[in-house]
């Protein structure tokens, strides 16, 4: 067997250049007075800070931790769709998605982009789908994030089952891209941004599947779950359990042809766990590195977020670490997967 | 080494005879219009009654599994705090806690009271603490359960480390009792009640206190959170790098003098991860029986909520087995382990 490309299906933009977020601020302090600006052509960064910005942080880890190909987003946390209205958002995503866009140019062996949509609380998500077309034509853009909570932990949306998100669905379909379901920050004190709300988002959003028959309405709709899945994985009884009561189908025929888990679980009794409950063929690789948990485990020595040192520890056969590294994201991401053959990889 | 007494730290009333949801429905019925009833005493429930819902659901379950004593309070997703005000609640706790504190005069060798507290959404928890006494005092019951979330999945009220609840630890502290961490009904649609909410709150509870210093005020104050603690133990090695992000102590050190999990997940491997990482003085034996997931899983033929058998598979040592069956319940539940000494156990 061919050794397998490492491809990290969740990768976020989380060190852009400062003028990004210098950007960011200056349209959240004008916010109520948008004439005053900053205007999309203020914010000017070169090829070489975006070179540096990736060659210095992201890059390098790749080589020492070796990956070889990171599909790329907007930071998740600077999303922040709670903020303003939809033009806010609408100009925010363009920028972000843009900047993840050169990135993919200026190292194309190494990064692809995802997109972040311009989603705001209580706005129709169709409004989306102008910046969806545009990042998958465009900019050849593989994947989208999803955010199920656009108020930042209020959970004033309806559920993903909801006709709400239907013309998000109907996009993804007609393009075959999956979304990640990915909140951003939390502003409602109770929930911490990293340590619970992306948590709690995750088992959220398994649940609503759960509950609902939505991949009868859209058989071939595909949702990465984050961050090993939140809870799932360890309360999986719990999980197949409430499916039986509800008289649903076996969890593998009910959501996992069309739910899929990342490995951002940052300890190895974690990795150990998802891919023993977890059929191999629902598990992407994943680091989320740079991103919410960047020390060193003192108890092992490496990163906490180098997740692939776990991948490469746990009792799995050649078979399964080649899908989890690659087969099983070209399978997802198929058109990551076109990119890829067309490059005779 | 003696055989230890099994003492199930999570159990609820959930099987009470049908009057009581009577009650409660009228009660809610006539929310706007108290005066029309019910009265407190048109709720009547003979021993007989009692007796019957209990030794042909828990009791006989428990006989069957092996368990010895049950640490029985009210039907939490039946607490619904978020229903009516304050005196909703406070009528509605004071039945539901006598019915407990019945049933441990009826059957005082395998239940023993912990209590509800009447909470309500925006009210200050002061107000609990009649009722709180009334159960320790008169009721002889062991522990509370606290609600972080009173609105009930609109997450309203201040993190548990906001002197807003300050009150209720005090006379906690005062008095020695644990408390178990436990929403309720969630009347959010986006969150399921026991799919998603219940392990949402047990997240988020932890991270609540990781990011604080709640236990420096309070250094004797003690939290079990259930379910397994939610996400936490699954994803050990990312709370164990945001504390250290953080400044925060080690979580040994930082939160496990004050922070226990019980043993409620339904599967082998959650048990096997959660006895893993969690130093074993931390974990208390439960079960949650007769609760969310009734049934009999099919890989095992066992009951999902059987968790005794997944403890006793567990690698373990007769001593670490001890502590999570019995010894670690007496250190928690102080006044437990007051009155079984008392009785000469």
Not at 88 to 94: C, D, E, N, R
Not at 129 to 150: A, F, H, S
Not at 163 to 190: F, G, L, Q
Not at 275 to 283: A, G, L, R, S
Request: charged share 20%; glycine share 6%; proline share 7%.
């Amino acid at each position: 067997m061919r050794k397998p490309l490492i491809i990290d299906c969740h990768g976020h933009y989380t060190t852009a250049p400062k003028a990004l977020e210098n950007w960011r601020n200056a349209q959240v302090a004008n916010l109520n007075t948008p004439e005053l600006g900053p205007r999309v052509s203020d914010l000017k960064i070169s090829d070489d800070e975006l070179r540096e910005s990736i060659e210095a942080n992201q890059l390098r880890l790749m080589k020492e931790r070796g990956s070889d190909l990171t599909i790329f987003s907007p930071r998740a946390s600077f999303m922040a769709h709670h903020i303003g209205n939809f033009e806010t958002s609408a100009t925010w995503a363009a920028i972000c998605n843009e900047l993840c866009y050169r990135v993919s140019q200026l190292f194309p062996d190494n990064f692809i982009g995802a997109a972040m949509l311009p989603q705001s609380p209580g706005v129709d998500p169709a409004t989306c789908i102008p910046e969806l077309e545009r990042c998958v034509k465009e900019y050849g853009m593989v994947g989208i994030n999803l955010n199920p909570d656009p108020s930042g932990g209020h959970w004033t949306s309806p559920p993903l089952s909801d006709r709400h998100w239907y013309p998000i669905y109907e996009k993804m379909v007609e393009y075959d891209i999956p979304a990640m379901i990915h909140v951003s920050t939390s502003c409602n004190p109770c929930f911490h941004t990293t340590g619970a709300h992306y948590l709690n988002a995750d088992t959220t959003a398994f649940m609503q599947c759960l509950t609902s028959d939505l991949f009868k309405d859209f058989p071939t709709l595909k949702f990465l779950i984050p961050h090993g899945g939140g809870a799932v994985p360890y309360h999986w009884g719990r999980f197949r359990g409430l499916a039986q009561e509800m008289k649903k189908p076996l969890l593998e025929e009910h959501l996992l042809n069309n739910i899929f888990f990342d490995t951002c679980v940052y300890h190895q009794p974690g990795i150990d766990l998802l891919t023993k409950v977890i059929p191999t063929k629902n598990v992407l690789f994943a680091s989320e590195m740079i991103g919410a948990v960047r020390g060193i485990d003192p108890e092992t020595g490496h990163y906490y977020d180098d997740t692939r040192r776990y991948i490469q520890a746990a009792a799995l056969s050649d078979e399964d670490r080649f899908q989890i590294f690659e087969g099983n994201a070209r399978r997802v991401f198929t058109r990551l997967d076109a990119a890829l053959t067309r490059k005779g990889q």
